[in-house]
């Protein structure tokens, strides 16, 4: 991503408003941020709970070292290569965006997944009530209305042949009604054109009411709760065990933006994962045990 200088620094966190939100349970509120000055940069640990490392060095808090143009900065599992400035000006302003960036890593993220963690919409009442269509490719458009070919077929009266469809993407799930007779609600209000959907919320097309369930949109709803209850500066254990659970428009940006490049640890993913993993050494330590055991 590019994003520009907030006057003399870019700030990354796990806080809503860093210039570089990062949506991860090692990574602090305010974790690091980076310098612009007249000799170059320098990079600063803010006093993070996972530290920040420069290369394979790691960071003394509040003290700023230089960082070189292709280096890579590891902040709290997440990978961060700098490279520079660019001449041209297509940057996210300070503050502005983030909220799509920190949406498009759990996406990718979440797309690693088994099923069971794919968004799905529920049939709460209507004629295919306990009726649930899995909105699990990225990109694609699924149907809701009458007609056979639609994904999900309601057999309700009211509902148009094509009436309605949600796609799911990086930035969301979308709901756009496709110029039905009688409309879609989105939590009580009918919608004009498409709207964005939060993780349980109710979407009624006719006499059919649905519920999205949007682990990727909850995932992010934990991060921030788990940021509100913390103390400023960390990472508390307990917020990330909790947490475990589970182009913007550029207003007076400078000419020069900061261009970063980052990707998330796979190791600190999926605490499932890393606890099947675990389960499973144990068990096959136990089988060479009672092998030993018994072939004594």
């Given amino acids: 991503m590019e994003v520009a200088f907030a006057g003399t620094e870019v700030g990354f966190g796990r806080a809503l408003g860093a210039d570089i939100q990062l949506p991860f349970p090692k990574v602090s509120a305010r974790h690091a941020r980076l310098l612009r000055e007249a000799g170059g940069y320098r990079v600063e640990d803010l006093g993070s709970s996972n530290g920040t490392r420069l290369g394979a060095r790691r960071l003394a808090p509040h003290a700023p070292v230089s960082i070189a143009i292709g280096?890579?900065?590891?902040?709290?599992?997440v990978e961060v290569r700098f490279e520079g400035e660019t001449?041209?000006?297509?940057?996210?302003a300070a503050g502005a965006g983030t909220g799509t960036l920190a949406r498009r890593l759990v996406h990718d993220i979440f797309a690693a997944c088994p099923p069971a963690e794919f968004a799905?919409?529920?049939?709460?009442?209507?004629?295919?009530?306990?009726?649930?269509?899995?909105?699990?490719?990225?990109?694609?458009?699924?149907?809701?209305g009458r007609g056979e070919a639609c994904d999900l077929v309601l057999p309700d009266e009211d509902v148009s042949r094509e009436h309605a469809l949600f796609e799911r993407g990086a930035g969301g799930i979308v709901v756009r009604d496709l110029g039905s007779k009688n409309g879609v609600e989105v939590a009580g209000e009918k919608?004009?054109?498409?709207?964005c959907l939060r993780d349980g919320e109710i979407v009624r097309v006719g006499e059919?009411?649905?519920?999205l369930?949007?682990?990727?949109?909850?995932?992010?709803?934990?991060?921030e709760a788990a940021v509100r209850d913390q103390p400023p500066g960390g990472a508390s254990p307990e917020g990330a065990a909790e947490a475990g659970k589970g182009g913007a428009e550029v207003a007076g940006a400078p000419a020069q933006p900061a261009v970063l490049s980052g990707k998330a640890d796979p190791p600190s993913r999926l605490p499932a994962?890393?606890?099947a993993v675990a389960v499973t050494v144990l068990v096959l330590a136990l089988g060479v045990v009672?092998?030993?055991?018994f072939g004594a």
């Fill in 71 to 77: 280096e890579s900065l590891d902040i709290g599992g």
């Fill in 87 to 92: 001449v041209d000006t297509h940057a996210i």
């Fill in 120 to 144: 799905r919409l529920v049939v709460l009442s209507g004629p295919q009530q306990g009726r649930e269509l899995l909105l699990s490719a990225s990109g694609r458009v699924f149907k809701l």
């Fill in 191 to 195: 919608i004009a054109g498409e709207r």
């Fill in 208 to 211: 059919t009411r649905l519920r």
């Fill in 213 to 223: 369930v949007d682990p990727e949109d909850r995932y992010l709803r934990q991060m």
């Fill in 273 to 275: 994962i890393a606890t």
């Fill in 290 to 293: 009672l092998a030993l055991a």
